[in-house]
């Protein structure tokens, strides 16, 4: 159950859940990790759905077991047993009403992290609270900032609250913690907030805002699409291209490959933004996308496609990389980052139902 990356040899239980909990179990595993997920078997009225399919609950076999049923809690307290760390993603106090909250399972494993992964936290006035990515994110400021002037702000996928502030806390807590664990024996309970972690992943916007470089509001901000240089347009096929030429000698070389004359557009005078985003949007919409990506070829200018999911995989920069990979005929992303001595792969060996005596086998004394 051990892959091949820098985490080979650490066990992981994974209390399967939806939300940003598959997405780090997801990457634990893609680095090397033994982690195996429980989860209710499928017709069980079970609460947890297996909605990470191929991609979300790759390199990881799972168990079946009935947490509310004794003999399913007891099952998975021995595999918690030999476990590093554990991750579950519900509301506070969900486990412990199991009999598989924090002081049950460190009492029997002192060394245990137990990750819990929320978004409103395990306190505060919000705590029992329902809530999605929509939500955190927005009690964080970071929603607020985002989106047109004249607009409500749109909801950015789920990439900044639930994944950002959620998953890659998850992972980054539970790997400190161990480290910590590793040298004194003693485990803990890492609390990971969605909005704490959304929050600090604002940290440049509120240094600028106490720097007077950064005020409330959308659509009024160097990096919030208010500037003609930093922004998307819309081309002549329907697709987008992004302008990103911050600098000025980015800037100078986008004006050059838009064919205009610099003397007529100073980058730094906002009187002439309000003209300047017209020219370029009508520019920009005079060619396809891929026009423009063949105009800015091997430039500095800072213009790149917009691309689609279906898109992705086939662009020349991410097919040299080997960013997306085809895993039993499912294009998905490739795991990341990457490491010279221990490259990390998906394996579909490593995914799929095993029973609770294989996982207790593979993570006997000795084994990964």
């Given at each position: 159950?051990?892959?091949?990356?820098?985490?080979?040899?650490?066990?992981?239980?994974?209390?399967?859940?939806?939300?940003?909990?598959?997405?780090?179990?997801?990457?634990?595993?893609?680095?090397?990790?033994?982690?195996v997920?429980?989860?209710?078997?499928?017709?069980?009225?079970?609460?947890?759905?297996?909605?990470?399919?191929?991609?979300?609950?790759?390199?990881?076999?799972?168990?079946?077991?009935?947490?509310?049923?004794?003999?399913?809690?007891?099952?998975?307290?021995?595999?918690?047993d030999?476990?590093?760390?554990?991750?579950?993603g519900?509301?506070?106090?969900?486990?412990?009403?199991?009999?598989?909250?924090?002081?049950?399972?460190l009492?029997?494993?002192?060394?245990?992290?137990?990750?819990?992964?929320?978004?409103?936290?395990?306190?505060?006035?919000?705590?029992?609270?329902?809530?999605?990515?929509?939500?955190?994110?927005?009690?964080?400021?970071a929603?607020?900032?985002?989106?047109?002037?004249?607009?409500?702000?749109?909801?950015?996928?789920?990439?900044?609250?639930?994944y950002?502030?959620?998953?890659?806390?998850?992972?980054?807590?539970?790997?400190?913690?161990?480290?910590?664990?590793?040298?004194?024996?003693?485990?803990?309970?890492?609390?990971?907030?969605?909005?704490?972690?959304?929050a600090?992943?604002?940290?440049l916007?509120?240094?600028?805002?106490?720097?007077?470089?950064w005020?409330?509001?959308?659509?009024?901000?160097?990096?919030?699409?208010?500037?003609?240089?930093?922004?998307?347009?819309?081309?002549?096929?329907?697709?987008?291209?992004?302008?990103?030429?911050?600098?000025?000698?980015?800037?100078?070389?986008?004006?050059?490959?838009?064919?205009?004359e610099?003397?007529?557009y100073?980058?730094?005078?906002?009187?002439?933004?309000?003209?300047?985003?017209?020219?370029?949007?009508?520019?920009?919409?005079?060619?396809?996308?891929d026009?423009?990506?063949?105009?800015?070829?091997?430039?500095?200018?800072?213009?790149?496609?917009?691309?689609?999911?279906?898109?992705?995989?086939?662009?020349?920069?991410?097919?040299?990389?080997?960013?997306?990979?085809?895993?039993?005929?499912?294009?998905?992303?490739?795991?990341?980052?990457?490491?010279s001595?221990t490259?990390?792969?998906?394996?579909?060996?490593?995914?799929?139902?095993?029973?609770?005596?294989?996982?207790?086998?593979?993570?006997?004394?000795?084994?990964?």
């Amino acid at each position: 159950m051990t892959g091949t990356g820098p985490l080979s040899g650490l066990r992981v239980v994974e209390l399967d859940a939806i939300g940003p909990v598959p997405l780090a179990a997801m990457v634990l595993a893609d680095l090397g990790a033994s982690v195996v997920r429980v989860a209710r078997a499928p017709g069980a009225g079970q609460v947890w759905a297996d909605t990470g399919g191929a991609v979300l609950n790759r390199n990881r076999p799972h168990v079946h077991l009935d947490l509310k049923d004794p003999a399913g809690r007891e099952a998975a307290l021995a595999l918690i047993d030999r476990a590093d760390a554990l991750i579950e993603g519900f509301r506070p106090g969900v486990t412990e009403r199991l009999g598989l909250g924090p002081e049950v399972c460190l009492g029997r494993n002192p060394r245990l992290v137990y990750a819990r992964m929320t978004g409103w936290g395990q306190t505060g006035p919000r705590a029992d609270r329902a809530g999605h990515d929509l939500n955190y994110l927005g009690l964080t400021g970071a929603l607020y900032a985002m989106g047109e002037a004249d607009r409500p702000p749109p909801p950015p996928l789920n990439l900044v609250g639930d994944y950002g502030g959620g998953a890659m806390f998850a992972v980054t807590g539970l790997l400190a913690a161990v480290i910590q664990a590793r040298a004194t024996g003693r485990g803990q309970v890492v609390d990971v907030a969605m909005t704490d972690g959304a929050a600090v992943l604002s940290s440049l916007f509120f240094a600028l805002a106490a720097s007077g470089l950064w005020q409330d509001g959308r659509a009024t901000n160097l990096l919030d699409g208010s500037k003609p240089f930093y922004r998307t347009y819309a081309c002549a096929d329907g697709r987008f291209v992004a302008v990103a030429a911050l600098e000025p000698a980015f800037f100078a070389q986008l004006i050059a490959g838009l064919g205009l004359e610099p003397a007529l557009y100073p980058q730094f005078d906002p009187g002439g933004w309000p003209a300047m985003q017209a020219t370029f949007a009508e520019i920009f919409a005079g060619h396809p996308r891929d026009h423009w990506v063949q105009v800015f070829a091997g430039t500095d200018a800072c213009v790149s496609p917009v691309l689609a999911f279906g898109e992705a995989a086939d662009d020349p920069h991410n097919a040299a990389r080997g960013t997306f990979v085809r895993v039993d005929g499912v294009v998905q992303p490739a795991p990341a980052p990457r490491f010279s001595a221990t490259p990390c792969t998906v394996d579909p060996g490593r995914r799929g139902l095993i029973d609770l005596s294989e996982a207790l086998a593979a993570w006997a004394d000795g084994a990964g």
